[in-house]
């Protein structure tokens, strides 16, 4: 009896190992990623993308589900998104999500480079033809360049998942864009899911390529986590645009400029610095072209030199022109919508001059004002003899005897006007 005992603990013990290692368990193992990829694709999005990707990688995760919603955005962010999908060593899921949501212009193309695509009922994709935002218009011939070049490479990520690569051509050409039950019908997208469960679902046992290789998706049961935006991301996604990185180097600027002007008043220098810093930390992620940067600074010096030297406003006219050239080129063109908007370029660039010369006059003005304290605030002042000046003697000024010197005999009682004051010693002359 005691030997059953045993034998029947035994058992049980060996069919709960096998339990351990059953189907449920492995499930229970495997994880999804959640990465939400929301606003316009620049490269603080592409980097926190591309972190997302390594780490699921990192976790061996089953599948990384991007939750796209997205207006368009850059080309070089946009590729540097699809090549990281097209690479990774885990499955890539590009789901358009939540309803209302959209994968416009490069979000189409991105959508496209990932294993999987899929959308939620009631968004859109498509509107893919290329523009230069900004200052950075292109000519009819560049135009046509920029097109063929997007065409090619959005035929060639439909091709290779096997989507329809016509229609894709059409988004990019004609700004075409579909619902999401269009889509799917058109096999532009494979999958259409109501949300995040629906989707898990429908992925579990699909077939998909992945770094080249086949690979089976297991997402039913699989536990789903989340990858929040790290602060250094969501502050790098709302700086990083070329306009808001433009602004912020204006008013560190204007913000330095003041402090050296009036030394002490520390406010606008600490946040002329703040500024300074973040536009930094957006520009090396941003094509800067560093002639621009050199043309900016060098309006910076001409304007502090205005108050420095006389020029009678020729050093803040050069510091106007220098600014406003610098301004047209500081982002290199040759990246497809990395530009300051005319809007922003213009009213920016009026308002930080006339800052600028504003309190450079004013600095220039002190300069040549009568000093109103100190020994050099005595002259022109008036007062009394109290010893004759003969030539020297005691003058009465300002509540205070003071010894001064005369050219002229001036008796006691008679009033004096100060010329100068040398060595606290005043010299005066007889006012008649």
């Known amino acids: 009896m005691k030997r059953f005992r045993f034998l029947l603990a035994g058992v049980f013990l060996l069919l709960a190992v096998l339990a351990s290692w059953g189907p449920g368990a492995e499930a229970a193992a495997r994880r999804v990623l959640v990465l939400p990829a929301v606003g316009s694709i620049n490269p603080g999005l592409a980097e926190f993308i ?22 368009g955005g850059l080309d070089s962010s946009m590729r540097e998104i699809a090549q990281a999908i097209i690479n990774a060593k885990v499955p890539v899921v590009v789901y358009v999500s939540p309803r209302g949501a959209r994968a416009a212009s490069a979000g189409l193309l991105i959508t496209e480079a990932a294993p999987v695509a899929a ?26 360049k920029v097109v063929n070049d997007m065409v090619a490479y959005g035929r060639a990520l439909a091709v290779a998942r096997g989507r329809n690569a016509d229609w894709v051509e059409k988004g990019i050409r004609q700004s075409a864009s579909l619902p999401a039950s269009e889509a799917l019908r058109l096999k532009v997208v494979d999958l259409l899911a109501d949300d995040l469960e629906d989707l898990l679902k429908k992925l579990d046992g699909r077939k998909v390529t ?23 991301t969501r502050i790098l996604k709302n700086i990083a645009d070329p306009n808001i990185a433009f602004i912020l180097m204006m008013i560190g600027l204007a913000g ?11 406010f606008p220098g600490a946040v002329g610095a703040l500024c300074l810093l973040l536009a930094f930390f957006a520009f090396q992620t941003l094509p800067i072209n560093f ?38 080129m500081l982002f290199r063109q040759g990246d497809m919508g990395v530009a300051i908007s005319w809007w922003v ?19 220039f003005r002190m300069h040549f004002q009568r000093s109103l304290t100190g020994t050099e605030a005595m002259v022109g002042e008036r007062g009394v003899v109290y010893k004759a000046l003969t030539p020297q003697g005691q003058v009465f000024l300002q509540g205070e005897y003071w010894e001064a010197v005369s050219e002229e005999p001036v008796a006691a009682g008679e009033t004096v ?5 040398e060595n606290l010693k005043l010299r005066v002359r007889r006012v008649l």
Request: net charge negative.
């Open 50 to 71: 591309i972190s997302g990707i390594r780490n699921a990688e990192t976790e061996k995760a089953e599948a990384l589900v991007i939750q796209l919603d997205t207006p």
């Open 119 to 144: 959308m939620a009922p009631g968004t859109n994709i498509g509107a893919a033809h290329p523009v230069s935002v900004g200052m950075g218009k292109m000519d009819k011939v560049m135009g046509e």
């Open 210 to 232: 992945v770094a080249g290789k086949p690979y089976v998706l297991h997402t039913a049961g699989a536990t789903v986590q989340d990858i929040p935006e790290g602060l250094r």
């Open 256 to 266: 330095l400029y003041f402090e050296l002007a009036h030394p002490g008043v520390v």
């Open 291 to 328: 002639i621009g940067i050199l043309l900016i600074l060098l309006a910076f010096i001409l304007f502090i030199l205005e108050f420095k030297i006389t020029s009678y406003g020729l050093l803040s006219l050069g510091g106007v022109i220098s600014l406003f050239m610098g301004s047209m």
């Open 345 to 363: 370029l213009i009213p920016t660039v009026l308002v930080i001059s006339l800052f600028f010369i504003t309190v450079a006059g004013i600095v």
């Open 417 to 421: 006007e100060v010329l100068a004051v």
